[in-house]
């Protein structure tokens, strides 16, 4: 091994404060790239999370939605039902969930745009549907002509066929658009 010459301990010298700034600026933007790197796992994985979770509510609502269409009696039943008992009031329970929908209403913006506008409509339906529910729990439904109820009845039915109808082609968007997801559909519900 040789001893180094004067001048070559000089230019070390020289550019070992250079190299070693070099040094901690590379060390710096490598931490920085990892903590970037973290984040965007961190945030693809909170993403992949909320799309899985509306996906779920969406297909419990909508399953919900379709065994209420298929259960629904048809209007001439609900008109003989209402001719018969003046104070007939159609029992319709408000089972929806929206409970991820309006807890994550500040993360929708990671929807897909394939889809977003149309989960929105979704739950502004279900919103709609609770509406019309409550009309027909307040004593005022009693006071509506025949017709009228029956116009409220079917309009609820139209309404729910819409939504289920609407929620089928998200979910079939968001399977489309995610299938590395692997979203699934659950059962039917059961009245």
Known sequence: MTALTDD???TLRAVGPFVAAFAAVALWALSRLAEAIAGWLRSTSARRAMIRAI?????????????FVDASPPIDQIRSAIQQNPNF????TDARHTVVYRDRI??????DDDYIASVVRFY????????????IRRPSYLTISETGRLEVVRRLTSRSRT??????????RMER?????RL????????
């Open 8 to 10: 070559e301990l000089a």
């Open 55 to 67: 996906s779920a509510e969406i297909d419990y609502n909508t399953s919900d939605l379709a065994h």
């Open 89 to 92: 009031i159609p029992h319709v």
């Open 106 to 111: 500040g993360d929708l913006h990671r929807l």
């Open 124 to 135: 502004g339906e279900l919103e709609k549907i609770r509406e019309q529910i409550e009309g």
């Open 163 to 172: 939504a289920r109808d609407l929620g089928l082609m998200v979910l079939e």
């Open 177 to 181: 658009t995610h299938p590395r997801y």
């Open 184 to 191: 699934k559909r659950g059962r039917p519900t059961e009245g």
